[in-house]
């Protein structure tokens, strides 16, 4: 984590979440109403069923509301999609694209992810652009190899530090309660922080690189202490507002 960076704690609920759970987002908007936030930026993603009610919920908190996914073209016959500018118009700030779910289940190319966050940009929403090796990959010796030619396919061209944040989630790591050592984390966010530099220069000192992949609230501390880690994507420990308010209070100690 570097200084000038401000952090960013990221909830992704998936898809998880009925009105039921509206109390939980209302908890997070709460609890994330202390002075802590004045130093950090803490987002959550639930399920776009979820996204208009939740913004009203939390109008009066820093908390911010993101979606999980955006189409890549602004409307048409697109049965079943949800656009970027629909996400504005929820009052959504953030979108989530090139998650490995995303990736898998739908067999979402490089190519078209970069789409999808250059139609964010179009809506004013940030876009948080994921990327991560698979266990085969990480076992075959492939993993920075994997981080460069994604990063390269899916950060669009005119990417910038205020539109873009890039989640580093080694696809092992999510919903297994597996993590990287701390020393495989940094090194993939070195990695990253000198692929963005080569091609985005003095810009990639800006961009915030979240590590996601079950983090939790017994890991976040050190998790986000580590060099370039300017945050996290956290999936499951964001389905609680204890847990992620947790996770939030360990920012507490870092920048205190
Ligand atoms: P997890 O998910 O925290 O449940 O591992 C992280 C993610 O997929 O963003």
């Known amino acids: 984590m570097t200084s000038k960076r401000r952090p960013l704690l990221a909830g992704n609920w998936k898809m998880n979440g009925t009105r039921a759970s509206l109390d939980q987002i209302k908890a997070i908007g709460d609890g994330v109403k202390t002075s802590l936030s004045e130093k950090l930026d803490v987002l959550l993603c639930p399920p776009v069923s ?27 016959a697109h049965t079943g999609d949800i656009s970027a500018e629909m996400i504005a118009d929820c009052f959504g700030t953030h979108v989530i694209v090139g998650h490995s779910e ?23 929403l940030i876009a948080v652009i994921c990327i991560g090796e698979t266990e085969a990959e990480r076992k075959a010796g492939e993993t920075l190899e994997v981080l460069k030619r994604q990063l390269g396919a899916s950060v669009p061209e005119n990417a910038t530090a205020k539109s873009t944040v890039i989640a580093y989630e080694p696809v092992w790591a999510i919903g297994t309660g597996l993590t990287p050592t701390l020393a495989d984390v940094a090194e993939a966010h070195d990695f990253i922080r000198s692929t963005l530099a080569e091609r985005f220069g003095e810009e990639a000192k800006g961009i915030r690189l979240l590590y996601g992949g079950s983090a939790n609230p017994g890991n976040a501390r050190v998790l986000i202490a580590v060099d370039n880690v300017d945050g996290l994507l956290v999936g499951g420990a964001s389905l609680k507002a204890a847990d992620f308010l947790a996770m939030y209070g360990a920012y507490g100690e870092l920048l205190a």
């Open 102 to 124: 995303r990736r898998r289940d739908h067999d979402e190319s490089d190519d078209l992810i970069r789409a999808k966050a250059e139609a964010a940009y179009a809506a004013d």
């Open 50 to 76: 979820l996204l208009y009610v939740a913004t009203a919920l939390c109008d009066d908190s820093p908390l911010a509301i993101g979606a999980q996914d955006c189409h890549q073209k602004a409307s048409g």
